[in-house]
């Protein structure tokens, strides 16, 4: 037991053997150790390079998503007139004649008319 006890040595002198150790190999944590300087070259490439792609990315995004939002938009109000057109067809029927007409609107290859026959102005759908 007195052996074992007497081949301990005190924290503090295992504390700087192991800091030597690590200073011989350049590996200590101080300002001015050679590991500080490669981390922070590696830091500042990294924070260099997130901040140019963020600079980059985001008014991409942001147009991006614009684009979607009128997209959606455009796809939702022809969907409306699409169904308006099919409702106005039930509800008053297809234009058949030759008669002149003033479109109203169009969405895509339907058109709702006004046409007026004998003094009465009626919608129309034109397919």
Same mark, same amino acid.
């Given at each position: ?10 924290c503090?002198?295992m ?13 200590? &944590?101080?300002?001015?150790?050679? =590991? ?6 590696? =830091? ?5 390079g997130?901040a ?8 991409? =995004?942001l147009?991006?998503?614009? +684009?979607?939002?009128q997209?959606?938009? /455009?796809?939702?109000?022809? &969907?409306?007139?699409r169904?308006? &057109? ?8 297809r234009?058949?004649?030759? &008669?002149?007409y003033?479109?109203l609107?169009? @969405?895509?290859t339907? +058109? @709702?008319?006004?046409?007026?026959? /004998? ?6 759908v034109?397919?």
């Amino acid at each position: 037991m007195r052996r074992f006890v007497q081949k301990m040595r005190p924290c503090s002198v295992m504390r700087r053997e192991l800091g030597v150790t690590l200073w011989l190999h350049g590996l200590h &944590a101080g300002r001015g150790s050679r =590991l500080w300087k490669v981390m922070k070259k590696f =830091l500042c490439g990294f924070l260099f390079g997130t901040a140019m792609s963020a600079l980059v990315a985001v008014p991409v =995004l942001l147009k991006e998503r614009h +684009d979607k939002f009128q997209f959606g938009l /455009n796809n939702g109000r022809t &969907a409306g007139l699409r169904e308006a &057109a099919h409702s106005l067809e039930k509800k008053f029927g297809r234009f058949e004649g030759h &008669a002149s007409y003033e479109v109203l609107f169009s @969405v895509k290859t339907t +058109d @709702v008319v006004s046409i007026e026959t /004998n003094g009465v102005r009626t919608v129309r759908v034109i397919p």
